[in-house]
């Protein structure tokens, strides 16, 4: 029998609730919300230091006492990181004594996580006008304490004793250092907490998979965390899959699947990667995957960054104040094809096709729309004049998968053999 975990989520779209609605959440001080999202839809919490501004869970009592949990959230600070400043993100206080304050917070500009005088420090630093994910792990088997920093681990000890605080309600923004009350400055979204500790598998694809979509029964639903639906245009149908259900596109214009409000796509040398199966049933000059700033496609930034060449070849695409591709073999029409495309600084552009590296560029900076992107799927609709590939595409897409990282090459493996 599948072992059932306490889950709860804060979002904070224009609510203080979990969406279970469990808590009875109570904003201090004035605590509000703000447009800015790593969803790129609904609000994030937005707190203010200097109004000593938090949220307050009064009840139900949160037990994290002599058990594991993770807590993960996007953060956003507004200004500067100070060394002399802490930043709480989730506290629950029962006493300032060894094991009994639980504080999740950013401290000296690091990641921090404390039971009081039983602690784990980060080692990487922050800073302001970026979004981070952030994760925190307690082992209570092993008394494992573990920070994840997007999605990467960034320290870890073991713990002399297991958290034991037994009362206290838990805060969102504010807790004490040593006897002075500290206050967080700047955004939070998407609060998590799980009554289990993740394995660093989980919190990395918690921490860098933008978005996931299987299209199973036609389903237009973001499977991945952040949960970022799409939607349909034109004439599409749901056909049989390379795993369960695919959508047809094509051959009528006009025929696509959108997401909006990509932010960290939008952010210049971001890595990023692609992995999509593709069926095409028409050999034409086509766009598979489509970037652009405007809803219609077009805009002062936009980019065909996967697609057909006339002939055939799969041609990836990025932008670095030019055009930069990698061209990959012609397909064959009415086979499923796996193919995934990487970008980092270090690595450039990478293509990869059924699991195997197949082309690449060099290393180049990726010059980015520094705003919240739409992403197309089949056609590039009034996107005439972007560069990389246009046009409709005719054909099957299935098992589309976004990422904040570059995919190693056994990550592409993986996928093509799932």
Known sequence: MALTYIEYLWP???TY????????????????FNSSTITGYGSSLSLSSTSNQSVIMNAPFLNLSGHSWTFE??????????????????????????????????????????????????VTPLLSSKWYHVAYVFDSDSLNQSIYLNGVLDNSRTASNSYCGNNGSLVVGAGFNSMTETFFNGLIDQLYYTDRAKASTEILDDATLTLY????????????????????????????????DA????????????????????ISDQSYSMSIWIKPSIINSSCIIHVSTMSNGGGSWCIGMLGLGSSGQLIASSWGGATICAVGPTLAPNNWTHAAMTYSTSNGLRLYLNGNLRNSTNPFSYAASGAQNYLFLGDSVNGTTCAGTLGQFSGALDEFRLYSRELTASDVVTLFSS
């Open 73 to 122: 959230a996007w953060i956003y600070f507004f200004t500067k990181l100070f060394n002399s400043t802490e930043y709480p993100i989730v506290t629950q206080y029962e006493a300032l004594v060894l094991d009994k304050y639980l504080h999740i917070t950013i401290r000296n500009g690091t990641m921090y996580m404390g039971f009081y005088s039983d602690d784990l420090v980060g």
């Open 247 to 266: 959508l047809q596109f094509g051959p009528s214009l006009n025929s696509y699947f959108r997401v909006s409000g990509l932010v960290l796509l939008g």
């Open 213 to 244: 979509f299987s299209f199973d029964h036609g389903s237009i639903y973001d499977g991945g965390p952040l949960r970022i639906n799409g939607s349909l245009f034109g004439s599409t149908s749901v056909v049989v899959g390379q795993a369960g």
């Open 17 to 32: 609730q979990d969406l279970s609605l469990t808590f009875n959440a109570i904003p201090m001080n004035g605590a509000g």
């Open 12 to 14: 904070f779209d224009s």
